[in-house]
């Protein structure tokens, strides 16, 4: 059972647009969610986090909103920027998972020049 | 310092082998991580370790043997691997258990 699901394996955008990533979940428990970006052959970097007492968070050209009802965060990248290709996990936790992490399956994204 | 170093980068072994991956991370986090994550996979926790003490293990095989010496370092050691067992095996740490990952770069494991 898969409780943090990404729906879109690959993502492409131009350059300059704006890059939404989304990510469901279904275990109504979690209340931190965090997003990574993986490049390849390099371990995940932590992106930007969002608490379940907020419906939005912002960091620079990353934003990432949570709608608690529909189960849904997304991450909005804008403007993208070639170097933002990567592949993005979204992870989830709770405060009685002793705070492990559960990751999506995670989303390529492309920008295009 | 805020990076997790991991070594060796890449290991190719045999499966009577035995070696060991080692993680070490400078600060001051006290809970320790090993992930696996297959290529298109998400990574899936196999140990963590907080203040030294082993605190979870995800029904992870005997051939592979966590040890955290200390605060900053992490070592997987592993026996009589399968091909299976192939993998990026990922390091990580954070201020406390639960708090936000660091992750190191990553051992490439081929298990032929």
């Given amino acids: 059972d898969q409780q943090v699901k990404q729906n879109s394996p690959s993502l492409s955008v131009q350059e300059g647009r704006i890059s939404i990533l989304n990510c469901d979940y279904t275990n109504s428990m979690f209340d931190y969610f965090l997003w990574y970006k993986k490049y390849p052959a390099e371990g995940p970097t932590f992106l930007i986090s969002i608490s379940s007492i907020k419906d939005k968070n912002e960091d620079g050209r990353f934003t990432v909103f949570l709608n608690k009802s529909a189960k849904h965060l997304s991450l909005h990248i804008v403007p993208s920027q070639p170097g933002d290709s990567a592949v993005y996990f979204c992870a989830a936790t709770f405060s009685g998972s002793a705070r492990q992490l559960t990751f999506g399956s995670g989303t390529q994204l492309t920008v295009l020049p | ?112």
């Fill in chain 2, 1 to 112: 310092d805020t990076e997790v170093t991991q070594t060796p980068k890449h290991l190719v072994m045999g499966m009577t082998n035995k070696k060991s991956l080692k993680c070490e991370q400078h600060m001051g986090h006290r809970a320790m991580y090993w992930y696996k994550q297959k290529a298109k996979k998400p990574p899936e926790l196999m140990f963590v370790y907080s203040y030294e003490k082993l605190s979870i293990n995800e029904s992870v095989p005997s051939r592979f043997s966590p040890e955290c010496p200390n605060s900053s370092l992490l070592n997987l050691h592993l026996h009589a691997l399968q091909p299976e067992d192939s993998a990026l095996y990922l390091c990580a740490s954070s201020p406390y258990l639960g708090g936000e990952l660091f992750f190191g770069e990553g051992s490439r494991l081929t298990v032929l």
